[in-house]
Every structure is written in C-alpha cells, then in structure tokens.
C-alpha cells in the first residue's frame, strides 16, 4: 500500500479515522467496542537526523497519534523541524523491515527467507565466532550511524574489537573537528558550540543553515539575525541564508582557502586582531604572518572572483566587531581533499578574533558525565583500530575499513556489521564499497528500512524505530550538560526489535552475557542515572534533566580556558603537523575546475529530507518527492534547456546515471556548477515511493581525493554533463 502525506493528514485528524490504515486495524476494532483510553505521553528524541531534537510522543490505544517539541530540549527548544514532525511516516510506513532475514541467494542479488530472531542471532554469532578463531575478534567491525549504535559498540568492544566507525567522521564533519583540535585543543562539538544567538557578526564558509535544518542552531542564528547581527555568506550559490546576509560571497567553488589566507594577512598586517587574547593565549603569530606574507587580496580575488575591495572590507568589519563574532566553517567539510587545513584556517582567523570562549563566539561547553554502567568486567586487550595511515584521525575512518578488507592492512578485516548508515550511498566511489562487500565472510545489516545497502547483507536485523524502543541515555556539552532519554511510545510493529535486546541476545550466543547484566533496559538505565545522581522518575517523565546549570561559558579572569595543545596554547603554527610532514599554516593548493563541457556536481540539504532516510516517507514525499537539477540561466539557454525537463547526467569517468532528474532553470547559482539535494536516485525496489526518483550525487562521485592529514574523503570534486533525452 502506497499512502500519500495527503491521504495521512485527511485521515489522521481522529483516532478512529486512522483506524482505515492497515496498520490501524487492531485499534479501530478496539476502538468500535471500548471506549478511547485516555491518551499517555512519553518523551523521546527524534532520529530522523542526528540533531535529535526532544519530543513528546502521544499514544492513544497502544498508537502513537502525534509528536510535539518538547521544550526543555536544548536541541529543539520545543519546536520540530519539518522533518521531524514527520516522525509518524516512518513509524507507519508500511515498507517497513518486518522480520529477521537470511539471504539465501547472492550479496547484491538476495534471496530472502524469513527466519526467527533464535536463527538470525545464531548464524551472527556462529559467523564472528569463525572469524574471531580464524583472523582475531578485531576482524569483525562496526559502522554505526545513530542512537542505538552504543548497545552495539558495547557488543563488539566486548568481543574484541576497537573499531567502529561512522560516516559522520571521514565523510562530514572530520575534518572539521581536526583542525580545530590541532589549533585549540577540542573539535568545536555537536551541536556546535556557536553562540549564534548572541553575535554581532557571523561568517558562514559553505555552511548552508537553514536548508541544513538543525533545529535550535537555526533558531539561535536567527535570533542573532534578529538582533541586528551582521551576515557573510561564500556560497557558489544563493542559498536560502545567503538571501538574508549583508554580503554574499558567490565564491568559485573550491577557493575558500584563498579568501581566508588573504583575511588572517588582512588582520595580521593591519594588526587588527585581539592583542591581549593573542599574546595570552596564542602562539606563533610571527610565523602565521611569515606564512601568509603572499595572500593579498588581489591574489584572493584572481583566484576566487569575489572583489578585492570586498575582501579587505569584510576583514575589517569583522575586526570592528571582535571578540563578538563567530566564523563557521560548516558541518559538511570534505571539499577537496585539503578539508583539515581549511578548517584550521577557519580556527586560526577565530582566534585573532578572540572569539573562541567568548560571548556571541564559541562558547566554552559545560563538563558533566554519566559514567557507564557500574561493575562491568573490562574489555580485552585488543588491536589499534583501523585509521588508515593518518596520523590526525581521531576516529576510525570509513574508508581505510574498506581498503583494509583488500589489502590486509594492519590486519585482515573480515565482518561487517552495518549498524543505521546507507553505506552504498554514503561513502565515494560505490564500486569499491560493494567490491569489499563481496569479499567479506560476514555481512549484518541493522536497520528499519530496505533501504540500498540491505540487499548486500547476508542477514538482515530489523530494529524498531525510534518511538517504538529505548535507547542508551544520551548526553550534549551546550552552555550547561543535558542527559536525554528516549521512552516507547508504543510496543514494536512486526517482529522489530530495539538494539539494547538484540545486542544482548547476541552476547548470549557468543558467551558474553556477563557484558550485559542487566535484566532489562530499564535496569540498566537507572543504574546509570543512580550513578550520574539522576531521578530516573524525572529522566522518564520529562525527557531531559539539566546539570552543570552553573557553567560560566565565556572566559573571564576567573574562568581561563584550558588548551589541550602541546604548547598549552592555540597553535596558530602548528608544530604537530610540521613534525609529521604537513604545512604548519595553512596553504591554499589550486585543485581542478570543471573541463570544457562539464559543470562541478555540488550538493547540499533540502530542508524536507534527511539523505536517503527520509525520502521514502510518506508525509515528506508528497511535498518533496525527489531533487532537481539547478542550473544558471545562461547556461540552459546556451544548451536549449527547459524547465521540467528530465534530464540525465554523466560525469568524467563516463558514468551515466540509470535514473533522470528535472531542470530547475535559476539566477542562484554560478554557471560554473550545478546544484542538487543528496539522498535521493534509491536502488531499492522495495521501497514503493523513493525507488529511482531523482539522482544520487553519490553515483556521479566516483572520483575522491583522501586528506593525508585525518582520512576524510573529498566528495566535492567530480564534473558533470547533461544528457537529454534527445541525445540518448
Ligand atoms: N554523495 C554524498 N555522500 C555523502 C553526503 C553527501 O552530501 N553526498 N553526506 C555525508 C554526510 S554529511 C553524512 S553525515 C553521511 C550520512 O550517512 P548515513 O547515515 O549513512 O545516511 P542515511 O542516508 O541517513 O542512512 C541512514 C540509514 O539508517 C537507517 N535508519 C534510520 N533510522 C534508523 C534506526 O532507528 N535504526 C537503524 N538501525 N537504522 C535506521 C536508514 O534506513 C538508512 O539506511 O553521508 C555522507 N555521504
Ligand atoms: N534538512 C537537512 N538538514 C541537515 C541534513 C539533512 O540531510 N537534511 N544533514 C545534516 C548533516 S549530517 C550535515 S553534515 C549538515 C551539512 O550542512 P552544511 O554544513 O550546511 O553543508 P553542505 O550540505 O555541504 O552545504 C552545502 C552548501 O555548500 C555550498 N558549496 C558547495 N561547494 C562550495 C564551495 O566550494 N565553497 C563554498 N563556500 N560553498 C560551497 C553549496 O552550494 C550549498 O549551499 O546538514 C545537516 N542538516
Ligand atoms: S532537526 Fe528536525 S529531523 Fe533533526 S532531530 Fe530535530 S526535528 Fe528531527
Ligand atoms: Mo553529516
């Protein structure tokens, strides 16, 4: 059954109207003999992305009926994005993984056969325990993306093995946060710790908030907006907040660096930055302007396009409104390869504005913990986990994982188990993604869709979503600390089950119950709020429980900030990177524009999806069924392009796409790219709505630089051409 978002809301308004859903039909014959119960409400956060905004969950006869903000949530300060009220589209979509699964057939080509979750934990467990004799426990690893992944590190840390990785390292926010950690000692968190709300000045380098909906980040920007902060945005393309700034900086793609370079010479030379904060906290100033003696904002200009007047004026409005001010760098930052070294550029002009600790700039995040769950056996001694050969990653990193599974390098990777990350359309280049795929002995999918990488698992575990379980508590450094639960609204649809009961059905079959003492969850989560001093009763009623309430966020005489650096201070010269063999300050390196022909494929959010995950939902799909292809004016006119047309893309590998996408002729955009939302172009037929509409970027990424630095895997470097139909 194919139900539209329209269809839902006709439908939805009453509990008895509801009861014409399928899934309904235990409810509506309740409901035509008893009276409705009254209706119970229970906290949770949303999943559906990693913002995890807190919610209120209406039940109303064993079903959820709707979900609210709830507003003692930082994340969303009672307010759910549009994604997130679509909650209930997940939770009933009737494509939904119903039952465990064994492949019967080929990885890629399956052959399913429903099994009970006795067979499917047994043949997991029968498989890691050949492994583990065969090449060591560190051969089986997790990738991991979301909430109940914890329950699961927790499993395989306890099997002995270190590594588990998610996308959001290697392919988002990595290099971000290493080039932070190398210049102040802490990556700048997640949620972020901008203080938006209070600046009056704020620089977004490719960050394109707004589309990219993270929830109380957009309203914390907006309320800085509102209160008179000034905006600078380098966008190829005039995105939603580059509409609203005093400058739009329509920047040729891949040359940020430049502009940056010449900004850190701007304030270096016309000694515009923060003296007192520089020469308390900083070292290497001499060096920094030693290095950057070239940058001119002329040479800016050549190579970026954006004027040289601009450059130097914005350099020093900034400078007028220092400490106050917070330059971002995004989320999304594997550009081109060089992605570690722009971000510390970012970090370096931060701290000549003295805007890290600083109010309006990075707030200093709150300390607080909620320590494990008391008197669990220690883990075994285990092997490294994979990095690769990059001596910044500070996490495992996706791709080395699946090099590993060739080469053997450090040690033979063998068995996978996929834990809420599309990988198929998540990592560059799919061909190698699947090659590893089908040399592994072991491949474990958990998710709650079919979506792209289940049919190349050998079993599949179906977990319940979000409000139908409870997960590990969750945890947030903002200007105080927040522990948040997530409680079920309602008993599992199907045979889903949440990942804190598989993963401690699998520690029995693999002789490792003694990880997991626990009877049941919820004994488990009061012994961890007993020894955090929590009210269990309070964490399940509200949601959230605020600690460290007093935190002073900014630096004051009283408050000094601790640097987690060697030299104790914010490395503007970075002797770690030189004694490695990488530029101490930042360069600019010129990385290739688009041939004769082709455009750069560039990407972003639309604020109505999250990647693949939501687009087959049915209250997301009627308003954004599938992405389009922006494109300037000129350039369609010059190539006959019409409106609405379908078209299909090829890049310079010469990989067509299989699936078409419509034009969206625009004035927002350069004509040296073309634009569209990431997430959609779904292989899964089983999948009624998402399968094949629009194009995935992730086919036409065939091409990635790796930064030698952290690992992460530049995505933003791939050209394209249209194809139209004609041409066929
Ligand atoms: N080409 C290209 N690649 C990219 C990006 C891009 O913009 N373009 N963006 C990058 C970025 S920033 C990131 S963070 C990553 C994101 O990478 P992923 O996290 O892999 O992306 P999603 O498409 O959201 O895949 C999530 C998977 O989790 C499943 N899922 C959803 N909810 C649950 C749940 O409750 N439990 C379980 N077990 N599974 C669940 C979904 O069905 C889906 O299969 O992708 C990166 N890769
Ligand atoms: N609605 C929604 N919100 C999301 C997500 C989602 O899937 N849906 N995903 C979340 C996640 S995990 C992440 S990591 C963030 C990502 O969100 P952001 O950090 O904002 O990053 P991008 O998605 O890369 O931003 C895309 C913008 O970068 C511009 N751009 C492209 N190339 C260049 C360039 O060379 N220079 C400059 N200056 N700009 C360039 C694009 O035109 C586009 O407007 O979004 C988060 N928020
Ligand atoms: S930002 Fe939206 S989708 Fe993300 S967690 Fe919050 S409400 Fe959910
Ligand atoms: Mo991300």
């Known amino acids: 059954?194919?139900?539209?978002?329209?269809?839902?809301?006709?439908?939805?308004?009453?509990?008895?109207?509801?009861?014409?859903?399928?899934?309904?039909?235990?409810?509506?014959?309740?409901?035509?003999?008893?009276?409705?119960?009254?209706?119970?409400?229970?906290?949770?956060?949303?999943?559906?992305?990693?913002?995890?905004?807190?919610?209120?969950?209406?039940?109303?006869?064993?079903?959820?009926?709707?979900?609210?903000?709830n507003p003692l949530s930082y994340r969303g300060k009672g307010k759910l994005c549009g994604r997130g009220n679509a909650g209930l589209g997940l939770l009933y979509d009737s494509d939904r993984l119903k039952y465990p699964m064994l492949n019967t057939g080929k990885r890629g080509d399956p052959k399913w056969k429903q099994v009970s979750w006795d067979e499917a934990l047994g043949f997991v467990a029968n498989k890691m325990n050949d492994i583990k004799q065969k090449y060591g426990p560190e051969s089986v690893v997790l990738f991991s993306h979301g909430t109940g992944g914890s329950f699961w590190k927790h499993l395989l840390k306890a099997f002995g093995s270190d590594t588990y990785a998610a996308p959001s390292f290697a392919q988002c926010r990595g290099p971000r946060d290493v080039g932070f950690y190398l210049t102040y000692g802490s990556d700048t968190g997640s949620p972020e710790y901008y203080d938006f709300s209070k600046s009056r000045f704020i620089v977004l380098v490719g960050s394109h908030l707004g589309e990219n909906a993270h929830n109380s980040q957009v309203q914390d920007l907006m309320t800085g907006l509102n209160n008179g902060a000034k905006l600078v945005v380098l966008d190829p393309r005039l995105s939603n907040i580059a509409s609203k700034?005093?400058?739009?900086?329509?920047?040729?793609?891949?040359?940020?660096?430049?502009?940056?370079?010449?900004?850190?010479?701007?304030?270096?030379?016309?000694?515009?930055?923060?003296?007192?904060?520089?020469?308390?906290?900083?070292?290497?100033?001499?060096?920094?302007?030693?290095?950057?003696?070239?940058?001119?904002?002329?040479?800016?200009?050549?190579?970026?396009?954006?004027?040289?007047?601009?450059?130097?004026?914005?350099?020093?409005?900034?400078?007028?409104?220092?400490?106050?001010?917070?330059?971002?760098?995004?989320?999304?930052?594997?550009?081109n390869g060089d992605d570690a070294q722009r971000s510390r550029a970012i970090a370096i002009l931060n701290a000549l504005m003295g805007s890290w600790g600083r109010e309006g700039g990075y707030y200093l995040p709150a300390k607080g913990k909620v320590p494990p769950?008391?008197?669990?056996?220690?883990?075994?001694?285990?092997?490294?986990?994979?990095?690769?050969e990059y001596p910044f990653a500070l996490l495992p990193v996706t791709n080395a994982i699946r090099e590993a599974v060739t080469t053997n390098k450090p040690y033979p990777c063998r068995g996978w188990i996929v834990y809420g990350s599309n990988l198929i359309k998540t990592l560059p280049n799919s061909k190698e993604t699947i090659d590893a795929i089908k040399k592994l002995d072991l491949m474990v999918a958990v998710d709650?869709?079919?979506?792209?990488?289940?049919?190349?698992?050998?079993?599949?575990?179906?977990?319940?979503?979000?409000?139908?379980?409870?997960?590990?508590?969750?945890?947030?450094?903002?200007?105080?600390?927040?522990?948040?639960?997530?409680v079920p609204a309602m008993k599992p649809m199907f045979e889903s089950k949440p990942s804190w009961w598989i993963t401690k059905e699998l520690s029995k079959k693999l002789g490792l119950e003694a990880y997991f003492p626990w009877t049941d969850i919820e004994d488990y989560l009061k012994a961890r709020c007993n020894a955090a001093g929590i009210s269990f009763d309070e964490l399940r009623k509200n949601g959230v429980v605020k600690l460290s309430t007093d935190w002073n966020p900014y630096i004051s005489q009283q408050n000094q900030p601790v640097f987690n650096t060697p030299s104790e201070k914010i490395e503007l010269y970075?002797?770690?990177?030189?004694?490695?063999?990488?530029?101490?300050?930042?360069?600019?390196?010129?990385?290739?524009?688009?041939?004769?022909?082709?455009?750069?494929?560039?990407?972003?959010?639309?604020?109505?999806?999250?990647?693949?995950?939501?687009?087959?939902?049915?209250?997301?799909?009627?308003?954004?069924?599938?992405?389009?292809?922006?494109?300037?004016?000129?350039?369609?006119?010059?190539?006959?392009?019409?409106?609405?047309?379908?078209?299909?893309?090829?890049?310079?590998?010469?990989?067509?796409?299989?699936?078409?996408?419509?034009?969206?002729?625009?004035?927002?955009?350069?004509?040296?790219?073309?634009?569209?939302?990431?997430?959609?172009?779904?292989?899964?037929?089983e999948l009624s709505r998402a399968n094949k509409r629009g194009i995935g970027t992730d086919e036409l990424i065939t091409r990635y630089k790796v930064d030698p630095i952290m690992g992460g895997t530049s995505l933003r470097g791939n050209f394209v051409k249209i194809i139209r139909e004609a041409q066929l």
């Not at 009453?14 to 509506?28: C, D, E, N, R």
């Not at 990488?453 to 050998?458: G, N, P, R, T």
Request: some cysteine; overall charge positive.
């Open 373 to 388: 769950y008391p008197g669990l056996p220690e883990y075994p001694e285990t092997k490294p986990p994979i990095t690769g």
């Open 574 to 685: 970075s002797k770690q990177l030189k004694e490695k063999g990488f530029d101490p300050v930042p360069k600019y390196t010129a990385h290739e524009q688009p041939p004769q022909g082709y455009f750069r494929l560039v990407f972003g959010r639309t604020p109505l999806h999250t990647f693949s995950r939501t687009t087959n939902n049915f209250m997301l799909d009627d308003l954004v069924p599938e992405n389009e292809l922006w494109i300037n004016s000129k350039q369609a006119a010059r190539l006959g392009l019409k409106k609405g047309e379908y078209v299909r893309l090829a890049n310079q590998d010469g990989v067509k796409t299989d699936t078409k996408i419509k034009v969206k002729i625009t004035e927002r955009l350069r004509e040296d790219c073309v634009y569209m939302y990431h997430g959609f172009g779904v292989h899964a037929s």
């Open 1 to 69: 059954m194919s139900l539209s978002r329209r269809d839902f809301l006709k439908i939805s308004s009453t509990v008895a109207a509801i009861s014409s859903i399928p899934v309904f039909k235990t409810v509506s014959a309740m409901s035509k003999s008893t009276p409705p119960s009254p209706p119970s409400f229970n906290p949770n956060f949303c999943e559906l992305c990693f913002w995890n905004c807190g919610l209120m969950a209406k039940t109303v006869n064993g079903k959820v009926v709707t979900i609210d903000g």
């Open 448 to 486: 709650v869709l079919p979506m792209d990488i289940v049919k190349w698992a050998d079993v599949v575990l179906p977990e319940c979503t979000y409000l139908e379980r409870y997960d590990d508590i969750a945890t947030g450094r903002f200007q105080y600390f927040e522990a948040a639960l997530r």
């Open 245 to 335: 700034a005093d400058w739009w900086l329509p920047v040729k793609p891949a040359t940020d660096m430049a502009i940056l370079l010449a900004w850190i010479k701007i304030v270096v030379d016309e000694e515009l930055y923060d003296k007192e904060y520089i020469s308390k906290y900083a070292v290497g100033l001499k060096d920094l302007k030693e290095a950057v003696k070239d940058c001119s904002a002329e040479w800016a200009s050549k190579l970026s396009e954006i004027p040289a007047a601009t450059i130097t004026d914005i350099a020093r409005q900034m400078s007028k409104h220092k400490p106050n001010l917070c330059i971002s760098g995004g989320r999304f930052t594997v550009w």
